[in-house]
């Protein structure tokens, strides 16, 4: 069983189009999390999710959204995909109380052409 | 600053011990991870230490943390291919979640 499972694995899109990705835990945590990681690996948090409060990186365009139906999910709407939102995004949960593992879903590539 | 600090590279030979350095910032962190990307995959939670410790030794891999000077290292003995990867140092910033450095990119020669 996936502890963190996102879809799709690869997202191939045109400018400009609106793209979701799905994030979903089966591990029971309260805190869900969206990482972006660029062509250089490098990886910023873009939110945190936790008892429906949103703690959003400020420099995280408001084309991103994300968005919890329930405490096992945490999606990721996009409007107005640009070129440079191409990257690889991870999904990631844990419980909160201190010092707790972060799980990682396998990434979803975006690639708008 | 505000950036987890760590070399973007190392290269060393088959057998060989790997040491991975990194600087983190807060000093109220209680714990330091250590992350592993391998190529096209996610990344895998390789060791953690809590910050009241100064060491902790998990077969291969040892983790050393200096509090004072915010300085964490990993060291793999006796170093195989399968160890060729990306490594991540993160530190926990609470409800704003791990903080990673830019990570290593551990090379090893035949």
């Known amino acids: 069983d996936t502890a963190v499972s996102q879809t799709p694995k690869y997202l191939v899109t045109q400018m400009g189009n609106d793209k979701s990705i799905k994030c979903e835990q089966n591990l029971g945590h309260d805190t869900m999390y969206w990482y972006k990681q660029d062509s250089k690996k490098f990886l910023k948090i873009m939110f945190s999710y936790n008892n429906k409060e949103l703690i959003i990186n400020e420099t995280v365009p408001n084309r991103f959204s994300p968005k919890s139906p329930d405490k096992a999910h945490l999606n990721l709407h996009i409007n107005s995909l640009e070129l440079g939102d191409s990257a690889v995004y991870f999904c990631?949960?844990?419980?909160?109380?201190?010092?707790?593992?972060?799980?990682f879903g396998s990434g979803t590539q975006l690639s708008v052409l | 600053g505000e950036d987890v600090e760590q070399s973007l590279f190392l290269s060393v030979r088959e057998g060989d011990s790997s040491v991975i350095n990194c600087t983190y910032t807060?000093?109220?962190?209680?714990?330091l991870y250590w992350y592993k990307q391998e190529p096209g995959a996610g990344l895998q939670l390789l060791t953690y230490i809590f910050s009241n410790m100064d060491m902790k030794q998990d077969q291969r891999l040892t983790v050393l943390l200096n509090k004072k000077d915010k300085h964490l290292s990993l060291r793999i003995a006796d170093t195989q291919t399968g160890d060729s990867a990306i490594y991540f140092c993160a530190e926990d910033r609470g409800a704003d979640g791990l903080t990673f450095g830019k990570g290593t990119h551990l090379i090893i020669q035949p």
């Open positions: 990631a949960s844990r419980s909160t109380g201190g010092g707790e593992k972060l799980f």
């Open positions: 807060d000093s109220s962190s209680t714990y």
